[in-house]
């Protein structure tokens, strides 16, 4: 056995940039200011652009982001929040936070992503909005939800935090609902060295809003307008994100790379992630879909291959959500809870660590199947 490959190689990535870094952090120290300043206001100008929105508001975390989002957006008591059942469980805590119920649908089968005739199915007199999760790096179908959301009368957000730099139709996550919510979770496409998270939209009475809430409330020094939260991008992990946007293509460029080999060779042999043609993937994370995932996983940590699981148990079969508005089934999000298992992905993974996780990978498929059939 070799050296171990981990799941993310953050240390070999931060190495490559830690000049860049370190001169980010001393020139936030230098100047004293910490906190809603030069820094946040320079990176949502740099981000609104990237994503192609008006309007960039930097907070806290992405969870923090979609329920500032949600609030912002008219979002509330009463309201019903359409979210699919397979997700981490942060979109699902944005809308309970923001006060609005979620009400879960199914997924696609080939994708993960949120099915849009389970959406519409799951929609009734109290659907307020649909919340399109872009998972593991895609996009949703915003054409299909686009179209139900105008039939119905909706507001459609995205929960774009594994998808920077993903785009539909030639159009960036982020810029394609009423707001967007996204984390800068180090592990992400684009990371802060911390928590971080931000509101991206089109509309500015949405944006003022959503700056209120994340001040305490403030409009102006003293004005407090709105019980607001304490949800800020702090200015050190903004100029550390600033330093890493520009890079944010060429590390998505080399997750398609890794994809590219991984499919290459796993094609036929697991059940891999279906792309789309009318938009591209980032690969946030590599699925693939196994009858015994968790025999798998062992077998390739035997093998020095570190793996995730992304997510497993569904959201309503999570105790929060046990009993919450849902479909009788979301047979298909349970089938990926199940079944699901990342492999490493990571813009510094050597193309020799991709083929090593491939081979150790079939083998690990070759030795499940064997088991089945005993």
Known sequence: MGDPVPFVTLDRLHASIA??????H???VASSGFILGAEVDA???EFAAYCGARHCVGVASGTAALTLALRAGGIGR???VVVPAHTYIASALGVLH???TPVFCDVDEGTGLIDPESAAAATGDRTAALLAVHLYGQVCDMDALGGLARR???ALFEDASQAHGATWEGR???GLGLAAAVSFYPSKNLGALGDGGAICTNDAGLARRARELRNVGQRAKGEHVVAGYNERLDELQAAFLRIKLPHLDGWNAARRRHA???RELLDGQVALLDERDDGSCVFHLFPIRLDDRDGAARRLAREGVQTGVHYSPSVPDQPPFRGATTLDDVPVARSWAARELSLPMSPDLTPGEVRRVAEATLAAAAAAAAVAVR
């Open 26 to 28: 001393d020139r936030v």
């Open 260 to 262: 590219a080999t991984y």
């Open 43 to 45: 990176f949502e100008h």
């Open 19 to 24: 000049g860049e870094l370190r001169a980010a």
């Open 172 to 174: 960036r996550a982020g």
């Open 98 to 100: 923001a006060g609005a």
């Open 78 to 80: 009463g309201d019903e």
């Open 152 to 154: 119905r009368g909706l």
